[in-house]
């Protein structure tokens, strides 16, 4: 128990109460100053649109050593649920509690008419909330970070109101228009989407300039400016890869020339059979025939569109190849400076693969009108281009969909805990964990005690995730972090899911479902594909009052106005 030990020994230094609220910052920094902080470092890693079955160590083919290497040396995580967008996740990562009351709960200028103005909707991490990165820096943590924010774009909102030092963000969804500059929607848009920590402008860049590498460059950057600083540090690597336009360097893009000719339908059965060889889904399941409304067979699209396709997926795989290059440097970096072992690291995705299709991607073309989306350049500077939904299924392995649906495809994320005081080496854990559990499990680590009621003259309201610190640890004795009748529900966009147990009732319009609740046994259905609510009434009724009551509990409000998409 010495990652624990070692922080509760600092606990009264950096608890935060009510009785508390005259301490300033400052004076607390001063304390920390005097004491030997022997806490961790974190470091943070989040992919954004990594398919959960992407990553070598998740049973795929493209290259991560890097990422696998920390799956080797720690935990990974099967059970693992982020929210089905983007800034959702992430207003649940740094608050620890759901995002309809994190401020979250409908994407930034897509609210309903009924939730625009409301409590949790604010389209940004609202003062209900204490920051992650806040709390960190106050307790005398050194606090940086480097990629993607989609929290907010306000001064009151910025990373730096969240508790960052230095920090350099795109500050919306995706990276306007390219991973190769930081222009924005339109020519000449420089600037409107990217902030550092000095002037509030986006830094010249280089011609070599590419998102990841940038981003990875940024962190480095920030942590070898102060690595003589006596103090912890917490670095938050959000990459923007490989979120639309899927790009890659040459170099990476061509690694992968020919390797996906064969099409997804056999991709996917491939990372089936090594998901079940590597002990990730029971020998007892079966990979789902449901297929994907929006996909066709492989062996039925005409030729040309095949070469189109898995040109696509060949991008896609350069640039998580490029991404797990990048998680490599850091790892170098933290091992040349001395302080990869006392680096707590952890790895994940903000949602599941996005399996843009239909007039969402026609959208996306026509916005870009002046892309060369020519099978030579699919993936490189100038295209606009996404991997659609047969890959994005693929990526989904064994589950079903994928980003923006409540289903497991939208939902499970893989998830890895590394380094510092995880004293598993080649773990896989297969209990249910979520988002909100990182927050607390991390301000435990550190010898925090998140605030009670108030907190920087605002009132606070209290995280309802929990911490999994202890499984950490070998100890003789099971832990387990959440009971089996706790409920757990997600919404957005009208779309509904709630998991109770093994069971998961999920409610989707067309194509993906038939507008009313469905019900799935995941102990033997992980993929969603029987449909269990007219065999077990009993249970669907059960699991309908489950999503009452997590609705009730977290200030869901369904939209009244028309289905959009971001």
Not at 353 to 359: I, V
Request: glycine share 10%; hydrophobic share 35%.
């Amino acid at each position: 128990m010495r990652l624990i030990a070692s922080a509760a020994a600092l606990l009264f230094l950096f608890a935060c109460s009510p009785t508390e609220e005259s301490e300033t910052s400052q004076q607390r920094k001063s304390e920390v100053e005097q004491a030997a902080d022997t806490r961790p470092n974190i470091l943070l890693i989040v992919a954004d649109d990594l398919g959960y079955s992407e990553l070598g160590a998740y049973g795929g083919e493209i290259n991560t050593p890097a990422i696998d290497s920390l799956a080797e040396n720690g935990i990974r995580h099967t059970s693992f649920y982020a929210h089905s967008n983007c800034s959702p996740t992430r207003a649940m990562l740094f608050s620890g509690m759901d995002s309809h009351v994190a401020g979250l709960g409908a994407m930034f200028r897509f609210e309903g008419p009924n939730q625009t103005g409301k409590p949790g909707y604010e389209g940004y991490l609202n003062q209900d909330t204490a920051s992650l990165a806040r709390l960190l820096q106050d307790s005398g943590y050194k606090t940086y970070m480097a990629g993607k924010w989609h929290l907010g774009v306000t001064p009151e909102t910025l990373p730096a109101a969240e508790g960052f030092d230095r920090y350099f963000s795109q500050l919306h969804g995706g990276p306007r228009g390219s991973h190769f500059d930081l222009n924005g929607a339109k020519p000449g848009d420089t600037g409107a989407y990217f902030e550092d920590d000095v002037d509030r402008t986006a830094t010249p860049v280089a011609d070599d300039f590419f998102s990841s590498d940038f981003f990875t460059s940024k962190l480095i950057e920030y942590l070898d400016s102060e690595k003589e600083v006596d103090a912890p540090f917490f670095a938050y690597l959000a990459f923007s890869a490989p979120h639309i336009p899927v790009q890659a360097p040459d170099s990476y893009i061509d690694l992968y020339k020919g390797q996906y000719d064969e099409g997804y339908d056999l991709i996917r059965q491939r990372r089936f059979n090594t998901m079940q060889r590597l002990g990730l889904i029971s020998k007892k399941v079966s990979l789902p025939v449901r297929r994907t409304p929006t996909v066709k067979p492989w062996d039925q699209l005409p030729q040309k569109e095949q070469h189109l396709s898995s040109r696509r997926m060949e991008a896609y795989a350069g640039a998580v190849d490029n991404l797990d290059d990048n998680v490599g440097r850091m790892l170098d970096y933290l091992s040349d400076t001395g302080q990869l072992e006392n680096t707590l690291i952890l790895f994940m995705s903000d949602n599941g693969a996005a399996g843009f299709n239909g007039w969402q991607s026609e959208r996306l073309i026509e916005r870009f009108n002046n892309a060369d989306n020519s099978l030579e350049n699919l993936g490189r500077k100038g295209s606009m281009m996404f991997y659609g939904p047969g890959w994005a299924a693929a990526g989904s392995t064994p589950f079903y969909l994928f980003k923006r649906h409540m289903t497991e495809g939208g939902l499970r994320v893989p998830f890895i805990v590394s380094g510092y005081g995880v004293e598993h080496r080649g773990l896989i854990n297969h209990e249910v964990l979520t988002v909100r559990d990182v927050a607390p499990t991390l301000l435990e680590i550190a010898g925090i005690s998140y605030p009670v009621g108030n907190y920087q003259g605002h009132k606070v309201l209290p995280q309802t995730g929990k911490s999994f610190a202890q499984q950490l640890q070998k100890t003789d004795q099971q832990f387990t972090v959440h009971d089996a009748s706790e409920t757990f529900g997600w919404e957005l966009f009208k779309r509904r899911g709630v998991r109770k147990g093994d069971w998961k009732a999920i409610m989707l319009e067309a194509p993906f479902g038939n507008g009313q609740w469905q019900l799935y046994d995941l102990s033997v259905d992980p993929g969603e594909s029987q449909d269990l609510a007219e065999q077990e009434p009993e249970k669907l009724l059960e699991m309908q009052e489950a999503w009452k009551t997590y609705a009730a509990e977290n200030n869901v409000i369904i939209s009244n106005g028309p289905l959009r998409w971001p």
